[in-house]
């Protein structure tokens, strides 16, 4: 199976709701009015596309309509395929290098948006690229978080620095640091604890293991991977924006895009957020993991036959 | 981002208040900034629609027309559909005569069943039962580890079987075996799986055949998206679901998963997570959830948790100083440390009506009740007792025992001066007082030194009457408790 219909497999379901619901509204032949731009801005929402970027959409095919460039509704699709392809900027979307010495990447998001399954996915990722990874288990809240991590390790065949539940995840951070500059390798994958970014004390926390981290790597983190559950609403735009805040996002990697209607909000977070989305996450297993292609997505959110969908 | 409904149906009626005119016209804008509402609230877009049929159709036997805030009247229109159609609910579990109740968990990856699994083990254990948890999550690595642990921190046994393949087999035996044990109540807990799943959703179903259930319950992420709906349906088909739990409700989600629940499967959210601790499982109220998802505020919550927190003997005394407005820095000390173990101050503050969004981008002083902690106490007793005592010297005195410049003395202190009144108004007066004193308590951070803050009265957000009602039956099912 080629890259693409991995892609396009992944969110069958996503194409289903979005592409079938604006088509809906978009019957061959009917002239486009307010009324159908209506229609269209609701079928948007139901894809996830938040209020603020179907607006945005809204407003770009009104303003087309209105300079005569559209005038039926069969059209539009076209048009907002190309619209929303072109948002996309050809901003940096491969994961941040150290210059010298070890790369640490920080995985953070809130309670189950998948950061742990996304980590192994990233060591997957990295270590078929010829990195050799070493993983901290920096969540030493949640019940067997750590042992959640240490079976992915063995699995994948990777190091794997810990502590005892419930100490401080900054130290272990750092100790995971100076193993990795030690063992000279290439990656040191942060795995931290679920936190709802409305708790400050917990937005301080990644705060400080950030500070501890760069005692030891002044440079860390080079990358910031803020993982997103696709299935959630409008509010992943809040969380991007809040854990903005507290550090450097450099990138989001956006899980569970399989089997949910939720590629709208990508499109919303892209629109909204300068982060780039740098890889999602299709399925469970480790390998189910792809760099985020825009070209690609777009594509496969847009493409037309139905047919072979789910099948 | 979000603009509260309520700002945004003040705007559309605003020009009309007082002419009492309202035209069809009107009705169908007010509703559209219904819908969108919704909408922002992660509400399904089907649901959305049929409710905004459902409002107009209220609003119209309502003769809002004659009315002269057509807004607020609305806004209850509104806020009572949500409700009405999220209500009512019963969140007790049913548990059985002949035990053991044997409760199903079920749910997408991380929408958190395993901690609310441990929630609800507490929630039993707590009304006298003797749960015990079943691991039947095998697939995720270390899921049986983790509900051990909470089952230690509980003390509540957990069923495993680490070398079984199968979660129907597990599922069964543990239910066999509490039969013969003293254990009343059983609690599944399956593995994650998306409801597109055929294979896994069947093998759940299996689950759900070999155990007989009495009930089943969806746990589902509170910040869920347009896709709630589906994922319910998917689940309730295959196990005809009791209820559903909404978890990560302490986010600032809008909850709209919640109406869209109730709407499409008809089944009623029982409880919700409210926190990462174990005790942190409330029961299902709809009328917060519908004030969370117009932007409005959460009163009840807001002095249930008040009532909490605070120090019953010391908010005795600090009340009474307050209603003789002879309340000192000391007392207002106190008084903010509790306002501030109720939660982060944004959150709190969010929770007054008519504050929840205005706050959305405002800063709020949470590092600033640091800065007044030192400088009070710097004071001693006598000017904390009496601050209009402290003059000149005593405020160079001050500022230079907290490392801070006197004008910030004489700010705090004035600031304190022209709260006083309405602290006494908030202790004295009724609710409505009440709550415009906070309203503008809550802008005091935001104030200039010196200047008086503006009260905001009759405030028709919020109703009274019901909250007292509200709050008198919940009372009333605590004593029956």
């Known amino acids: 199976m080629g890259l693409f219909d991995f892609i396009r497999k992944g969110l069958s379901k996503t194409r289903e709701k979005l592409v079938s619901g604006l088509r809906a509204v978009l019957p061959f032949g009917r002239k486009i009015d307010e009324d159908l731009l209506d229609e269209l801005y609701v079928a948007m929402l139901a894809g996830d596309i938040g209020p603020a ?33 072109g948002t996309w900027t050809s901003g940096d979307r491969q994961l941040a290098r150290a210059e010298s010495g070890p790369t640490v990447i920080f995985v953070v998001g809130i309670n189950g948006s998948g950061k742990t399954t996304s980590v192994a996915k990233l060591c997957q990722f990295l270590r078929a690229r010829g990195d050799s990874v070493l993983l901290g288990a920096c969540d030493t809240f949640r ?54 970014h409305t708790q400050d004390h917990l937005m301080a926390e990644l705060n400080k293991i950030q500070r501890v981290v760069q005692k030891k790597i002044p440079a860390a983190p080079h ?65 189910d993991i792809r760099p985020f292609d825009p070209g690609e997505f777009v594509e496969a959110l847009f493409e037309s036959e139905p047919e072979e969908v789910n099948k | 981002m979000f603009e509260t409904l309520s700002d945004k149906l003040g705007g559309i009626f ?71 159609l999220m209500g009512p609910i019963e969140s007790r579990i049913p548990f059985v005569s002949q035990p053991p109740t044997v409760i199903l968990m079920a749910g997408l990856q991380g929408s958190g069943k395993t901690t609310t699994c441990a929630k609800l083990a507490r929630y039993c254990q707590m009304r006298g039962k003797k749960p015990i948890l079943v691991a039947a999550d095998l697939k995720r690595p270390a899921a049986i580890d983790q509900l051990e642990v ?51 959703m069947s093998e759940v179903s299996q689950v759900a055949n ?78 917060r959830v519908a004030g969370r998802i117009l932007g409005m505020g959460d009163v009840v919550t807001l002095v249930e948790k008040a009532h909490e927190t605070m120090d019953a003997e010391q908010a005795q005394k600090a009340q009474e100083k307050m209603a003789k407005g002879t309340l000192g820095l000391d007392d207002f000390l106190s008084q903010l440390e509790g306002f501030r173990k109720m ?50 010297s005593r405020r160079r005195r001050i500022a230079k025992g907290c490392g801070c410049e006197p004008q910030e003395v004489s700010a705090l202190v004035k600031q304190f001066l022209n709260m006083r009144p309405l602290m006494k108004m908030m202790a004295g007066g009724g609710i409505g007082d009440r709550m415009a004193a906070m309203q503008s308590l809550g802008n005091m951070g935001q104030l200039q030194a010196g200047q008086v803050p503006k009260i905001a009265r009759g405030s028709t957000k919020y109703d009274p009457r019901k909250a007292d009602k509200i709050r008198k039956k919940r009372k009333r099912s605590r004593r029956r408790k």
């Open chain 1, 143 to 196: 019940a067997a978080a750590i042992d959640q991590l240490t079976i992915w390790a063995e699995r994948l065949g990777v190091d794997i620095v810990k502590h005892q539940p419930g100490s401080d995840p900054a130290a272990v951070a750092f100790d995971a640091c100076e193993a990795g500059l030690a063992r000279g390798v290439d990656t040191i994958l942060i795995d931290t604890a679920g936190r709802l």
């Open chain 2, 210 to 287: 070999a155990t007989r259930p009495h009930q089943i319950y969806l746990v589902l992420d509170a910040m869920t998206g347009q896709d709630a709906v589906a994922t319910a349906k998917a689940f309730d088909a295959r196990l005809e679901l009791d209820g559903a739990i909404l978890t990560k409700f302490d986010s600032d989600t809008r909850g709209g998963a919640a109406l869209s629940v109730k709407a499409v499967t008809g089944k009623p959210i029982k409880f919700i997570g409210v926190g990462e601790k174990l005790e942190a499982l409330e029961e299902f109220h709809p009328e």
């Open chain 1, 53 to 85: 970027t179907a607006d945005r959409l809204q407003d770009e095919i009104r303003a087309a309509w209105k300079a005569g460039k559209l005038s039926e509704a069969q059209e539009i699709l076209a048009f907002l395929k190309d619209t929303i392809a």
């Open chain 1, 223 to 287: 990358e910031v991977l803020l993982v997103l559950d696709a299935t959630i609403g409008q509010n992943a735009v809040n969380q991007a924006r809040s854990f903005a805040e507290a550090v450097d996002v450099s990138g989001l990697f956006v899980a569970k895009l399989d089997g949910s209607a939720k590629g709208g909000i990508v499109v919303s977070i892209h629109d909204q957020l300068a982060i780039p989305v740098k890889f999602i996450g299709l399925g469970e297993t480790p390998e």
């Open chain 2, 343 to 392: 939660g982060p101050m944004k959150q709190v503050l969010k929770m007054i009506p008519g504050m929840g969004d205005a706050l959305k981008n405002v800063d709020l002083p949470e590092s600033e009740l640091n800065r007044f902690k030192g400088i009070i106490h710097s004071m001693t007793p006598k000017e904390r007792a009496n601050p209009d005592r402290i003059e000149a």
């Open chain 2, 150 to 200: 909470l089952g230690k921190q509980l003390n509540v046994p957990v069923h495993t079987e680490r070398d079984h393949q199968n979660p129907v087999k597990v599922c069964r035996n543990a239910v066999h075996a509490a039969r013969k044990s003293d254990r009343d109540v059983v609690i599944l807990d399956t593995a994650g799986r998306l409801a597109i799943d055929d294979e896994l």
């Open chain 2, 14 to 84: 605003g020009g009309l208040r007082g002419r009492g005119k309202i035209t069809e016209a009107n009705v169908q804008e007010a509703m559209r900034q219904v819908r969108t509402a919704l909408l922002e609230a992660d509400v399904n877009v089907e649901v959305a629609r049929d409710f905004v049929k459902r409002c107009q159709e209220a609003a119209l036997g309502q003769e809002v027309i004659k009315t002269l805030k057509p807004d607020q009247v609305m806004i209850k229109v509104v806020h009572d559909q949500l409700v009405e």
